[in-house]
């Protein structure tokens, strides 16, 4: 054969050579070589089949080996058990309230309610959702959340044989005794269990329970928005309850209210025409169980929050007791704080014929800045009056009293005014009413009390906190800057909470939302020389089988001892020659800040000794809702802020809790200056000053040199002197007063 006819041969070869041999994709026989050779489609979907066939067998052999467990007996249920702190019991709870109901009491339209919003396909099912098991063991297993997506066979499975807990093994045992529950039963015997022993809160076991619980009614006499309501707050009862819902709960169950009669609609057992004029109907104010009036009820309200956040748990797991809770509560100081109230505030309302009185709520927490106890707390006038703890309430402003925390952080972050000079207890500010700010992208120009221009126009920080001047401690933020101010305030303790302003200059004037019990966190802390306090209610808790994770309620240092200590030092004088001198007395020492917010709605009193710390609040709210009103004309009076009602209290409190205790002096070696010299009306540094005093920006030079024998502010009204726009970089930035933020004032 030539070289011609051989070439030809091989090429003829190559052509019937199988695709890939001459590549090495396949090897000689055509067959894949590499990783590909175990990933093909008859192996993939061999293993596939051969997971499923194991799947199936894991869950048949499940089926036969879990059995159906007896029912958990009320019998085993166990009181909670809470203790003061010396020992003595403060009340017992947990008794099972909880009436079993047949499913033929149960109106038709109810029913219907709780299986649209929980589970349509009830009567059709088997019991199992197979989609909604994988969904919730695998966030479970991924610690993505809870496990959901259960029936509500699984669900009756859970409250009749099992337990909360939301582990894969639970999981599993809920789907395999769901399968033979099924299998047995009647759906509406299921349904019936269902109902009969979920929790809706407020201590009801089962619907009959919850119908009287929330609208003082028989399970046979509910409505169908009842019911809707009903069904809607079995998903989150802690949250969903009107009574007590905060501005997210209320959304939240509103649209799982509007959800049920949808899904009603949607399975055709609800007329469209009819839904539209259906609302959701406001509950009845919630009632203390027997032993829980009083005071009691709020601080078990309290210790019950703290455990659950401590242990993981929900409402329903703690009602079933077992558990052995002592507090921080101290008998003697809380006994001292609830006569307080009564002398200082509720002696002098007439609730009954004065429409104002009947709106005012009062709200206090003290604590132990050395150990971050919880030694009293006051709540309200009891339950069945008011459901949620005026101490623990997060829907109003603090105020003035956030104004330490602006000055903390310009001392902590070393900040200067915007003409470069440090910011101490003795840098002078404009006090000018309404002055615009220097240096915001947001303009402001904060009213002071009274619409009063305080210095001549200049003051010092001291003397401003004294007097809590508002355009001084606007532009000082501004100084600081906003985001730094709100790092040091959570640092303190402050919740992050929707309704931060947070790159706006309004902060300053404390327009975000607070409770007084992190109030105290924030006070305590300063009082305890920057190290981080967290208040704590509960001294221990004990149960059989679960361990609580205690609170670390004394910390590291949150901000320096040399800026608690001065901050401390320049609040004593707010309490020695400022707007809380009404508390002052030769028992102790004292530092604090009063607070009142716009239209006088909230009024705060935050001031603290060396051995205690107490925070004293008062809120308009109009009975029966949750609108905020004012409180001035309370007790006939005129604007009652701070230094008022919260003042008087938290010195009668006081002076009773630390009867018989050698009150010492505060230990401020470390403050930079303040409180001892506060010149007032400057503008500029004095030769005969004791320390350096320096003007805020703008400064004029030809300002005249401050008064040493001043020793207060000289406000005088704006309508005679107003905010000279020379003075101010940008004239065009200033704003429109009718648009000004919240405005705060003493």
Do not use: C
Request: proline share 7%; charged share 20%.
């Amino acid at each position: 054969m030539g070289r011609a006819e051989a070439r030809k041969a091989q090429q003829r070869s190559a052509r019937r050579a199988p695709r890939g041999s001459a590549t090495g994709k396949k090897g000689r026989a055509g067959k894949p070589t590499g990783i590909r050779r175990f990933f093909t489609w008859k192996k993939i979907l061999g293993t596939l089949f051969g997971l499923i066939l194991l799947g199936m067998g894991a869950l048949v052999a499940l089926y036969f080996y879990v059995d159906e467990p007896d029912p958990n007996a009320d019998a085993i249920k166990q009181s909670n058990v809470y203790k003061y702190a010396d020992g003595s019991i403060m009340a017992r709870d947990g008794s099972m309230n909880r009436e079993i109901v047949p499913i033929s009491r149960v109106p038709k339209d109810v029913k219907t309610g709780f299986i649209a919003i929980e589970n349509k396909s009830f009567y059709k099912d088997s019991g199992v959702d197979f989609l909604g098991i994988a969904r919730g063991l695998f966030n479970t297993a991924t610690g993505k959340g809870k496990a959901g997506g259960s029936t509500i066979t699984q669900q009756y499975v859970k409250n009749f044989y099992l337990n909360q807990d939301q582990t894969a093994t639970r999981k599993l045992k809920e789907l395999v005794i769901s399968l033979k529950v099924d299998r047995h039963m009647e759906k509406d015997d299921i349904l019936a269990g269902y109902l009969n022993t979920s929790y809706f809160g407020r201590g009801a076991y089962g619907i009959q329970a919850a119908a009287q619980a929330y609208y003082g009614v028989d399970v046979d006499k509910l409505t169908l928005e009842q019911g809707a309501y009903l069904a809607a707050v079995l998903q989150a009862p802690s949250d969903y309850d009107l009574s007590t819902a905060g501005p997210n709960g209320t959304r939240l169950v509103k649209i799982r209210f509007n959800g049920v009669l949808d899904n009603m609609v949607e399975m055709k057992e609800l007329d469209p025409a009819k839904r539209k004029d259906l609302q959701l109907p406001m509950p009845t104010k919630p009632k203390a169980a027997p032993g829980l009036e009083g005071q009691k009820g709020y601080l078990k309200q309290a210790a019950d929050a703290e455990l659950r956040r401590q242990t993981g748990m929900t409402a329903q797991e703690l009602q079933a007791g077992g558990w052995e809770i002592t507090l921080n509560i101290d008998p003697k100081k809380q006994a001292a704080l609830e006569k307080a109230v009564q002398d200082e505030l509720e002696s002098k309302l007439d609730r009954k014929d004065r429409p104002v009185d009947a709106s005012v709520q009062a709200g206090a927490t003290s604590v132990d800045p050395k150990t971050g106890a919880v030694v009293a707390m006051y709540g309200g006038t009891g339950l069945s009056d008011h459901w949620a703890s005026n101490a623990l309430r997060q829907d109003f402003q603090p105020g003035s009293t956030f104004k330490p925390i602006v000055l903390a952080s310009a001392l902590e972050n070393k900040s200067t005014t915007h003409d470069k000079k440090p910011i101490t207890p003795n840098a002078l500010y404009d006090g000018t009413s309404k002055r615009p700010v220097v240096g915001s992208d947001t303009p402001f120009a904060p009213q002071n009390q009274d619409n009063a221009n305080y210095g001549d126009p200049y003051l010092t920080v001291q003397a401003a906190t004294n007097s809590s001047v508002n355009s001084v401690y606007a532009q000082m933020i501004v100084d600081v800057g906003p985001p730094n101010v709100k790092k040091t305030a959570l640092a303190l303790g402050m919740k992050d909470r929707d309704g931060w302003p947070e790159d706006k200059p309004a902060m300053s004037l404390g327009t975000m939302s607070a409770n007084t019990l992190e109030m105290a966190g924030v006070y305590a802390t300063l009082d305890n020389h920057g190290k981080k306090v967290t208040p704590t209610i509960i001294k221990g808790a004990k149960h059989a089988t679960r361990v609580p994770k205690p609170i670390e309620s004394v910390g590291g240092q949150a901000i320096t001892r040399e800026t608690a200590d001065t901050v401390t030092k320049v609040l004593t004088g707010v309490v020695n020659d400022g707007s809380g001198k009404a508390v002052k007395s030769s028992a102790y020492e004292a530092a604090g800040k009063t607070g009142t917010t716009e239209s006088n709605v909230a009024a705060w009193f935050t001031a603290y000794t060396p051995e205690l710390v107490t925070v004293v609040a008062m809120f308009g709210e109009e009975p029966g809702t949750a609108k905020q009103v004012t409180l001035t004309g309370t007790a006939g009076g005129g604007r009652a802020g701070g230094s008022s009602f919260p003042a008087e209290i938290w010195k009668a409190y006081t002076l009773a809790a630390l009867k018989g205790v050698d009150a010492g002096e505060f230990d401020l070696s470390e403050a930079k200056m303040g409180a001892s010299q506060a010149p007032t009306r400057s503008s500029s540094p004095s030769a005969s000053s004791s320390a350096p005093v320096t003007p805020s920006a703008p400064v004029s030079p030809s300002q005249n040199s401050p008064d040493p024998g001043k020793s207060s502010p000289n406000p005088t009204k704006s309508t005679s002197k107003s905010p000279d726009p020379s003075k101010t970089p940008d004239p065009s930035k200033t704003p429109d007063p009718t648009k000004s933020p919240p405005i705060t004032l003493p």
